[in-house]
């Protein structure tokens, strides 16, 4: 003969399940959002208008990338070549921290994704806090790797980018050692051409080294968006430099004559989640306005 159950034991049983049930489905949904929030990439698209630019550049779209950290993106990095290549970039620019030198040690796959992006348009680079990490016998075949891919680094120097027609503007790429140096305004100085787009990895000297430069355009990276977003507040969490609830994570700054646009960056360093920040891929096309 069957024994019957005593009907208290078969509800707890049932709310014991039922509680399990729901913090599976808690976790795995938020495995499933932290996935999406590293590897879903938002194009932030900018129209940035000048009466400094020569007439050959209204419409050249410059594409910038930062804060690679050796990440991979899914499937050989398709999603991002396809973000790159969709907005048919005049030039890219990587904006330093594309190796990381803390968890993410793999630099041939940084090596890897730069050689991929070096032949959909030509490249310019500057360094960040993190290829400084690494020691010299790794930075120095670094950076002659990605000069053999065609990437431009720009070590304290300016590029001419010209157009069809010849008439060019200056793009001043900095170290990122010697960000707050005289050399900046040295090299803004030197430079006859009348519009000047900097390269500097961490944004946070605006104010105090590249406005007083003179430069245009500035194009930063480096804070990673603040890390976490705080919804509803538009603001970052923390940023190296900056500590908490950093000013400079994200979109436009302005400080006198000078603008500033700030990737949120593509990979994660030492702390290896994002949240409410997808990974940016930084679109700018220029407007000539006299
Ligand atoms: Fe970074």
Known sequence: MKEKKDPKILEKRRRILRGIGIRLLLVLLFIAMAYGANNRLEVTEYT?????????????????????????????????????????PDIIVMTGDMVDASNHTNIDAALHSMKQISEIAPCYYVTGNH?????????????????EYGIT???NETAEIAAPNGQTFALIGMDDNSLQANILKTLADESDNEFQLLLAHEPQF???????????????????????????????????DQGFFPKYTQG?????DTTMYISRGLGN????????????????????VK
Do not use: W
């Open 48 to 88: 940035y208008e000048s009466d400094q630019l020569a007439y050959a550049f209204d419409g050249f779209r410059v594409v910038q990338l930062s804060d690679l950290h050796n990440k991979e993106f899914p499937k050989d990095n398709a999603p991002l070549l396809r973000a790159i290549r969709d907005q048919h």
């Open 131 to 147: 290829e400084h990490y690494l020691s010299k016998d790794q930075l120095e075949p670094f950076l002659e790797q990605i000069a």
């Open 153 to 155: 680094v720009l070590n």
């Open 206 to 240: 605006l104010e105090d080294s590249y406005a007083p430069a003179g430069v245009d355009l500035v194009l930063s990276g480096h804070a990673h968006g603040g890390q976490f977003r705080i919804p509803f507040l538009h603001k970052g969490l923390l940023s190296p």
């Open 252 to 256: 436009c700054f302005r400080s006198g």
């Open 269 to 288: 360093s030492a702390f290896p989640l994002r949240l409410f920040n997808h990974p940016e891929v930084v679109s700018i096309t220029f407007r000539v």
